[in-house]
């Protein structure tokens, strides 16, 4: 497992859990001179509708004693990061420095920067980063948090691994992990990790080729594996269950085979039958 701890950038920085309240109240704060700002651009023209997002809160994280200082002066300093972020959804966040249109984007994420700045940059100072605190994220896309507390999930909550491990936060794609290309992206995120289910086999299982997301969830399941279905659903969703034509009308088969047996015993992939769901080295029906 390939995990992407990292040391909290609390500490050092004198951004304390203590900080916690105060990133409340400033975010409160925060928001109602936001709302002025979205009146005003949205008045001026600045930014259309569609630039607001409709699903997540606009909650970005405060650091005690700091500002808002723009992208600009981040870039000064950073300015690998200017190449995509323009294309990536944060990039339209409504979020400026207050009483100016000068965008903050980079802050929604980062918190507010100007310490960080007068201290000449620096890891862990006075800079959040949230590939070692996902609640950041989770407080604008509070939808997502009751994935990764579901029984079978990605140990992001745990620390184990970050949000950035799969999402591009920077990039142009937010919802891809950084490089690649479509679905292609998003299995090479995940056999770098999970190497033995996305590795090539003699006998591939086409599905894997729409991507590992077709059959799991990529944040959190209620079912084992995070899997998307409990059950047979999972495959019938593709392979097509019919009734057995004349005599066998009463019969189940898929694929010209007939399963009425073979389903009371389990799922397709657990009692002894296709249990290379992944693909198989030694049997076209995947089977090990
Ligand atoms: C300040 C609030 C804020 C923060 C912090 C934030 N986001 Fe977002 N994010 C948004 C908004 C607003 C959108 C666009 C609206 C929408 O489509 O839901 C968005 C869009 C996204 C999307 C695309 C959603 C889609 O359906 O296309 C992803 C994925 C995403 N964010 C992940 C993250 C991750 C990962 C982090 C932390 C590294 C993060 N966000 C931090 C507010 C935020
Ligand atoms: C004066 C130059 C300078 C400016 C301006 C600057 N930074 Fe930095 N920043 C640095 C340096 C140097 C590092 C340490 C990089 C390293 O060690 O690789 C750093 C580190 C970081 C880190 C990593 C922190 C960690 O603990 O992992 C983040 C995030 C960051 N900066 C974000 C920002 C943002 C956002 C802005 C704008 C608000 C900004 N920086 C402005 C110089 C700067
Ligand atoms: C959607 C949230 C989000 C936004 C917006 C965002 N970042 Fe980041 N940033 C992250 C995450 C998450 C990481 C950690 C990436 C990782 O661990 O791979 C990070 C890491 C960094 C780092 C440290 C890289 C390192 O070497 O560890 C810097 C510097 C940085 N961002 C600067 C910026 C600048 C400049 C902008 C604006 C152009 C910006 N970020 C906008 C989420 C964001
Ligand atoms: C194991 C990889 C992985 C991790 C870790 C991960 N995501 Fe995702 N996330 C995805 C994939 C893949 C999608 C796209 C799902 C789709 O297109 O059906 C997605 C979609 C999203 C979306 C938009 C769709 C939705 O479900 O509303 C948001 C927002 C999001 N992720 C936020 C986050 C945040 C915040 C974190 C960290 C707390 C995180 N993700 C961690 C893989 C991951
Ligand atoms: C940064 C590494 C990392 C990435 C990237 C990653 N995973 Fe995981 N995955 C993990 C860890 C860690 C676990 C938890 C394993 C444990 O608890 O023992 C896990 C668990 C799983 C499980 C459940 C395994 C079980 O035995 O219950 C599945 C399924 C899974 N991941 C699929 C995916 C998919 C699909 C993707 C791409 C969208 C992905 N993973 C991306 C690290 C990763
Ligand atoms: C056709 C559906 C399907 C696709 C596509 C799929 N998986 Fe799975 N995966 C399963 C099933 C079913 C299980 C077994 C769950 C169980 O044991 O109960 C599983 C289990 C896993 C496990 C747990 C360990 C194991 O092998 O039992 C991991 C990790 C995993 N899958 C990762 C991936 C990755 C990575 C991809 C994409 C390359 C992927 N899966 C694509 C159906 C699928
Ligand atoms: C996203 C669609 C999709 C899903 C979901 C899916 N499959 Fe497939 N599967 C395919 C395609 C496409 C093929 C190759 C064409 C064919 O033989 O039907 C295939 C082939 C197979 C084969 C080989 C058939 C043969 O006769 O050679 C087996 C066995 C199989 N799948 C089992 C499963 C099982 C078990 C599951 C559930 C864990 C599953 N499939 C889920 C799309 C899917």
Redesign the pocket.
């Known amino acids: 497992m390939h995990e992407a701890p990292r040391s909290g950038s609390e500490g050092a920085g004198g951004i304390g859990p203590g900080a916690r309240t105060a990133t409340r109240m400033a975010s409160g704060c925060l928001r109602a001179l936001v709302a002025c700002g979205v009146v005003l651009a949205l008045a001026m023209g600045w930014i259309s509708c569609s630039s607001l997002g409709p699903?997540?809160d606009l909650s970005p994280p405060s650091i005690e004693g700091a500002t808002y200082v723009g992208n600009q002066v981040c870039l000064d300093c950073h300015g690998v990061y200017a190449v995509a972020f323009p294309a990536n959804p944060h990039a339209r966040l409504s979020l400026a420095v207050p009483g100016t249109s000068t965008p903050a984007t980079c802050e929604a994420c980062h918190g507010p920067g100007s310490l960080h700045v007068a201290a000449g940059g620096g890891r862990g100072r006075f800079i959040l980063n949230p590939s070692a605190e996902?609640r950041i994220?989770?407080d604008c896309?509070a939808?997502?948090?009751p994935?990764?507390q579901l029984t079978s999930r990605?140990p992001?909550?745990e620390g184990r691994?970050?949000?950035a491990?799969?999402?591009d936060p920077h990039g142009m794609d937010v919802?891809k992990p950084a490089g690649g290309l479509g679905w292609a992206r998003?299995n090479e995120?995940?056999q770098g990790c999970h190497p033995q289910q996305a590795r090539p086999f003699v006998f591939e299982h086409e599905a894997v080729r729409e991507g590992c997301?077709v059959c799991h969830q990529?944040?959190g399941s209620a079912h084992r594996a995070l899997l998307t279905e409990r059950d047979s659903h999972l495959c019938l969703r593709c392979h097509v269950q019919t009734p057995g034509p004349g005599v066998d009308s009463g019969r189940i088969f898929i694929g010209q085979v007939d399963h009425t047996d073979r389903l009371r015993m389990g799922t397709c992939w657990s009692a002894g039958c296709h249990t290379a769901v992944h693909g198989s080295d030694v049997h076209p029906r995947l089977f090990y």
Request: with cysteine.
């Open positions: 699903r997540a996902p994220c989770l896309h939808e997502v948090r994935e990764f990605h992001v909550l691994m970050s949000c491990a799969c999402h919802t998003v995120t995940c997301t990529p944040h």
